[in-house]
């Protein structure tokens, strides 16, 4: 099927890619609560939205910055951390931490995960659309009780990923890739089995 030939959501779905690599062109305030307004339009199984965002721009990126390297060894520190620095403090205009809320529920929290999952989809193909790269990254550090500490996570929330967004350069293109078809991920069950 041709380009042509799709709606726009399926393009931008099948369009949309990974990004690591920003143009210096800053992201509004705005521009990114507008992003976040549409993309909490995920569903969801509870009364209440599970999520909340922590944003880390302009000089609050260096918080961020501090508190992966928080998690560092001191050879890694050696190894990575002024790559990191310069990674997240100069190259990435913002960074965005997904957060739900934990309770004593299991399947609740996991449908807060699910759920979140559906908003950071939303949130990748609503930025793709403005020319916005991001990548969504679930690193050891996210696991760490000192970066969840300086980040600002409460003690009953679980980080669901960090997302790093930037304009996409001025030069950069949609290179394509392939997935297998659905009809080769497929099992039907058209009758009751015996």
């Known amino acids: 099927m041709g380009n042509l030939q799709l709606s726009l959501v399926e393009r931008v779905i099948r369009e949309r890619r990974?990004?690591?690599?920003f143009s210096k062109r800053p992201i509004s305030q705005d521009k990114l609560l507008g992003?976040?307004?549409?993309?909490v339009w995920a569903p969801y199984h509870s009364k209440q939205e599970p999520w909340r965002f922590i944003i880390f721009m302009d000089e609050?990126?260096?918080?961020?910055?501090d508190a992966v390297l928080s998690t560092y060894t001191s050879e890694e520190l050696?190894?990575?951390g002024q790559g990191t620095t310069r990674d997240y403090c100069e190259d990435t205009p913002v960074h965005v931490c997904v957060v739900v809320r934990q309770g004593k529920d299991p399947w609740r929290n996991e449908e807060a995960?699910?759920?979140a999952a559906a908003l950071i989809q939303n949130l990748q193909l609503l930025a793709w659309e403005e020319r916005i790269g991001l990548v969504w990254k679930t690193n050891e550090y996210n696991r760490e009780r000192a970066f969840a500490t300086q980040i600002g996570l409460n003690s009953d929330?679980?980080?669901?990923?960090t997302l790093h967004l930037g304009y996409l350069p001025d030069d950069a293109v949609s290179r394509p890739v392939t997935r297998k078809s659905a009809d080769q991920l497929i099992?039907?069950?058209r009758h009751e089995q015996e």
């Open 18 to 21: 990974t990004v690591r690599s």
């Open 35 to 39: 992003l976040l307004e549409a993309a």
């Open 60 to 65: 609050g990126r260096k918080v961020f910055c």
């Open 78 to 80: 050696n190894q990575f």
């Open 113 to 115: 995960i699910l759920a």
């Open 157 to 161: 929330e679980r980080l669901v990923g």
């Open 187 to 189: 099992t039907w069950i």
